[in-house]
Nanobody
Framework: QVQLVESGGGLVQPGGSLTLSCAAS????????MGWYRQAPGKERELVAT???????NYRDSVKGRFTISRDNTKKTVYLTMNSLKPEDAAVYYC??????????????????WGQGTQVTVCS
């Protein structure tokens, strides 16, 4: 069973910084694209950033130059470093990953997995 566990959320003042982490566990063969999404109250979930297994990144325009996504493939962990945070960045942040794993029958299974979410609050 594959699980994604996030950490690092919290309360920060405008202009502050936070780093989110998301660790994947289970019988993982390979983690392909990994990323971060966010959802603010009353809004749809939106893509924040993604990173491929070879390090290619993609960001939504509003976070370019402020957020950095990175990953440690040996630890099966993806990070999101957020600088110059704004009130509009406040949301629940979710980790997402495309993962190849082994099931109980020793078969390869491809799936898209989500973390439980971590709250980021930006206010003075």
């Amino acid at each position: 069973q594959v699980q994604l566990v996030e950490s690092g959320g919290g309360l920060v003042q405008p202009g502050g910084s936070l780093t989110l982490s998301c660790a994947a566990s289970g019988r993982i063969i390979r983690a392909d694209s990994m990323g971060w999404y966010r959802q603010a109250p009353g809004k749809e979930r939106e893509l924040v950033a993604t990173i491929t297994s070879d390090g290619a990144t993609n960001y939504r325009d509003s976070v370019k130059g402020r957020f950095t996504i990175s990953r440690d493939n040996t630890k099966k962990t993806v990070y999101l470093t957020m600088n110059s945070l704004k009130p509009e960045d406040a949301a629940v942040y979710y980790c997402n990953a495309d993962i190849i794993s082994l099931n109980y029958n020793e078969e390869y299974v491809a799936g898209i997995y989500w973390g439980q979410g971590t709250q980021v609050t930006v206010c003075s």
